[in-house]
């Protein structure tokens, strides 16, 4: 199931469809080419959050096929996509971007989802308007499709010059959170879902309540992304602890800053330890003030904790909205007096890279599957040059990971794009 957010540039002003008016901040839209994924959320708990005109599904799935997501069945419906989305656009005062939820493993979310960016850039009143990702890409160590590796490189491929920013979870590292962190014995989807909707929450808090500390969702985008293509940021969240130990556990701001630099706090599987920052934006919510934030972040500078690049000495960047984490009563995760959610661009997310690009590589080598691809208009040519775009953006991170300033080299690759 795709998810397609219109994000409004105001935070109590804008229309949305009549049957919406006033119970939500943002538009949306959910897309799939098969049916079952959008009956059952119609006859699930969050029923009453989605209206019946906002589905937009097919009869028949994707087959875990990228190029039947892309290329043939997707393209039946991206044309109804895109009307969807011209008229919830119109329908909003300052449009500021677009969120779009979207798995990299399977054939819809990593096809369609592709195509419907590709249209959303070159469409000329969407072109300049922010498009950030949230995308789950294939686990290190366990998946739901033997298929995944390639579906995961063509869509990052196809999307690296059409998204402004990706944020990559993978199901494995959320896994191990509710286990190990929230004393989750045999953790869901759902539960997964929680840990995701909080950082989004997080990142997107600035646009649905007011504070004078907010960052603003470009500026925070800005301070992530220093190249175009170097827009992977990791994700963490804390604290996340049990409800148990959240009754006598109250983390002060330095604890909970310290945790999110914590491998174990991220929701994708690399060690950020290995690499170094780029940049860091940390949003904070609820009960914060603002200097405990700042000493806890010159805390961590003169422990010396985190090493940055040589181009960027002091890439950190932090927010507060006095609005608390919000939780249900049914959710694994308590209600909490203050939390926080970092994005940062790290050079370790190499690792994650490198894993995917290695299991491409063992079944093409066989060219295992690729008839299923070129049976739906794909080019064989296209595992290469796909293949090679990966491979150009891990030496994209490893240049600018050298303790030489990137700006003086001109020849470097990541300024291709400018």
Known sequence: ?????????????????????????SAYILFNNEKVPADEIKTGSYKKLFHEDLFITGKEDAANNFARGCYTLGREHIGTVLDRVRKMAEQCHGLHGFLIFHSCGGGTGSGLSSLLLKLLTEAEEYKKKCKLQIAIYPAPHFSTAVVEPYNAVFATHHT???????LMFDNEAMYDLCYKSLDIEQPTYKDLNVLMAQVVSSITASLRFDGALNIDF???????????????????????????????EQMTVAEITNSCFEPDNQM???DPRTGKYMACCVLFRGDVVPRDVNDAISSLKTKRRIQFVDW??????WGVNRQPPTVKKEDALPK??????MLNNNTAI????????????????KR???????????????????????????????????????????????YDEY
């Open 350 to 365: 190499t690792e994650a890279w490198a894993r995917l690009d290695h299991k491409f590589d063992l079944m093409y080598a």
């Open 268 to 270: 994708i599987k690399c």
């Open 336 to 341: 909490l007096r203050r939390a926080a959610c």
């Open 218 to 248: 470009n500026d925070m985008l800005t301070n992530l992304v220093p190249f175009p293509r170097i827009h992977f940021p990791i994700a963490s969240y804390a604290p996340i602890i049990s409800k148990g130990k959240a009754n006598h």
């Open 368 to 414: 295992a599957f690729v008839h299923w691809y070129v049976g739906e208009c794909m080019e064989e040519g296209e595992f290469v040059e796909a293949r090679e775009d990966l491979a150009a953006l891990e030496k994209d991170y490893e240049e600018v990971s050298t303790d030489t300033d990137v700006c003086d080299d001109q020849d470097n690759s990541i």
């Open 312 to 317: 960027c000495p002091t890439g950190f960047v």
């Open 160 to 166: 690296m010059k059409t998204a402004d920013c990706t």
């Open 1 to 25: 199931m795709g998810q397609i957010y219109l994000v409004r540039g105001q935070v109590d002003t804008g229309a949305m469809a009549s049957t919406l008016a006033g119970k939500t901040g």
